[in-house]
């Protein structure tokens, strides 16, 4: 590189390089999160630990930057990194049984962070009374199993109750116990937000 | 665990663009003509597809597995009927096609992902998406595949740590709190010092990706897409 070339370096500013960061990181937790299964009385699906890993991105890093830890998720998992399920990836696994869920997890984020945070400026969730991160984590879950359900009627043709049988129900056990996971976590005080 | 593997197939010569537009052009053809013929010739491409990059469908089923239980359930749920005659195979027709269709996708995507190193389909997402936004998602992509490897084994270590110390007696509200707090304060140490790392080595806007250049080989599969959407809207 000549001397005259170093002047054109755009240096990326410091604060996006932080949020890139988390962002990327979160995306990665996802990936780490999607192969972590506990077994749960009473259910015959075990659990992931992948959509309270959503929850938390939503609620700690707000609309923005947690919709864009699960927009990175979806692409780096589309392109080959091992980051889905059963350390699946591909652009086929997006357009398979999980794929309504999976393109549901940016706009749960967003949500999320939305009901959380109230607008794009960031406040400390552990702030935030329990109705509102309830609110907030209730009406993602909502939006998550809706498309995660018509996903599975249009990409695999399950009857309605067939996909809502086996897309949604057997899952509801599972999701409210990561539902008040997340928020034991945020109200704990244990973290913040880097 | 299916992953980039190096090799000289055909489909690592090819460009990534190309890979990713055959990709999307197969899924749009299959969508529109999940038909018995539609999906025989489905079968013949992505038999094409896998040849082309030198793998073996049964190896690559075995790593589907799970993938494949969950593809399967459609039909077995549509044949279920609530009253007499409690079955009816036929009903299991098109979801078995639609499960087909799913099936034939994925191995077309496990091509790309063999053959395919993560600095090209960097390059890829910055050609396909200008701008900062591009490169923002190409660094942002990039990231994910190095530190993925970190992640996972924090979360695991963890879930080691928590099991040894009579972790499987707790409740599993209480291990899943431990695990999820741990890892999150691991991700927000490195933040730190991932940062000042990238910053000690002036991250830019203008990084050097690898040159994209379609080549002979590509145009074969830039026909092959082109007829695919051709076909789909016809």
Request: one cysteine or more; a positive charge.
């Amino acid at each position: 590189m000549t001397a005259s070339d170093s002047s054109q370096v755009d240096l990326v500013g410091a604060e996006l390089t932080r949020n890139i960061v988390r962002a990327a990181l979160f995306a990665a937790l996802l990936g780490a999160f999607s192969q972590v299964s506990f077994s749960i009385p009473f259910s015959p699906a075990p659990i992931t630990l992948q959509l309270l890993g959503v929850y938390l991105a939503g609620i700690l890093l707000g609309p923005v930057w947690g919709g864009g830890a699960c927009v990175l998720y979806l692409l780096a998992g589309a392109l080959g990194a091992p980051v889905f399920a059963e350390r699946a990836s591909g652009l086929g696994v997006m357009v398979g049984p999980t794929g309504g869920y999976l393109f549901a997890m940016p706009i749960a984020a967003v949500i999320i962070g939305m009901i959380v945070h109230g607008n794009t400026s960031l406040v400390d969730p552990s702030q935030r009374g329990v109705g509102r991160l309830l609110a907030g984590l209730i009406s993602g879950t909502v939006v998550i199993y809706t498309c995660g359900v018509v996903g599975m009627m249009v990409l695999l043709d399950f009857t309605v109750q067939g996909a809502i049988t086996a897309g949604a129900l057997v899952f509801l056990p599972g999701e409210a116990l990561k539902i008040a996971a997340a928020i034991g976590i945020v109200r704990s005080d244990a973290i913040t937000a880097a | 665990m299916l992953s980039y593997a190096p090799g000289s197939s055909v489909a690592h010569r090819l460009d990534p663009r190309t890979k990713l537009f055959v990709q999307i052009a197969i899924a749009i053809a299959a969508f529109a003509h999940t038909t018995p013929r539609g999906l025989l010739i489905l079968t013949a491409i992505t038999g094409i597809v896998l040849v082309s990059a030198d793998l073996d469908p049964r190896g690559v089923l075995r790593e589907l597995r799970w993938l494949l239980v969950l593809t399967t359930m459609g039909p077995v749920f549509s044949v279920l009927v609530f009253g007499p005659p409690w079955i009816d195979l036929y009903r299991a027709i098109d979801p078995a096609m639609a499960s087909y269709r799913v099936l034939c996708l994925l191995l077309v995507s496990v091509a790309y992902v063999r053959t395919t190193p993560v600095r090209d389909s960097r390059a890829a997402i910055e050609w396909f998406i200008p701008g900062r936004l591009g490169r923002g998602l190409g660094l942002g992509v990039g990231l994910v595949f190095r530190l993925l490897p970190v992640l996972l084994a924090d979360v695991s270590r963890l879930r080691m740590a928590i099991d040894a110390r009579a972790g499987t007696q707790r409740p599993l509200h209480d291990r899943i709190r431990r695990l999820t707090l741990g890892s999150l304060r691991r991700l927000f140490d490195r933040v730190e010092t991932l940062t000042m790392a990238l910053q000690a080595r002036c991250l830019s806007w203008n990084p050097t990706t690898p040159p994209l250049g379609f080549e002979v080989i590509d145009w074969p599969a830039l026909v092959l897409a082109f007829g695919l959407l051709g076909w789909a809207v016809v």
